[in-house]
Nanobody, 123 residues
Framework: QVQLVESGGGLVQAGGSLRLSCAAS????????MGWFRQAPGKEREFVTA????????YYADSVKGRFTISRDNAKNTVYLQMNSLKPEDTAVYYC????????????????WGQGTQVTVSS
């Protein structure tokens, strides 16, 4: 059974940093592009960033460009999200997701999802 398990969320002050991790199991990790999405209270889930299976290509939502960095370690079946210069509007539940062979920003093309980790940024 495929599992994606996020960790690293928490409470941080505005301007601070957090690093999220997402460990994948029971899938051939290099067959999947990985993405991060987030859902703020009362809002729809939105795309944050994605990375190709090789790590060679990444894509970011405009709202996080220059502040967030996605990376992956295929030897550890893990994808990371380094979040710097955090803002209160970054407060959300963050989800990692796996898309088989498609480097995409489209939520419906991600077949597997983690349970989410809460990130709260105080002002």
């Amino acid at each position: 059974q495929v599992q994606l398990v996020e960790s690293g969320g928490g409470l941080v002050q505005a301007g601070g940093s957090l690093r999220l991790s997402c460990a994948a199991s029971a899938l051939t990790f290099t067959n999947y592009a990985m993405g991060w999405f987030r859902q703020a209270p009362g809002k729809e889930r939105e795309f944050v960033t994605a990375i190709r299976w090789s790590g060679a290509n990444t894509y970011y939502a405009d709202s996080v460009k220059g502040r967030f960095t996605i990376s992956r370690d295929n030897a550890k079946n893990t994808v990371y999200l380094q979040m710097n210069s955090l803002k209160p509007e970054d407060t959300a539940v963050y989800y990692c997701a796996a898309s088989r062979l498609k480097f995409t920003i489209l939520e419906y093309e991600y077949a597997y999802w983690g349970q989410g980790t809460q990130v709260t940024v105080s002002s």
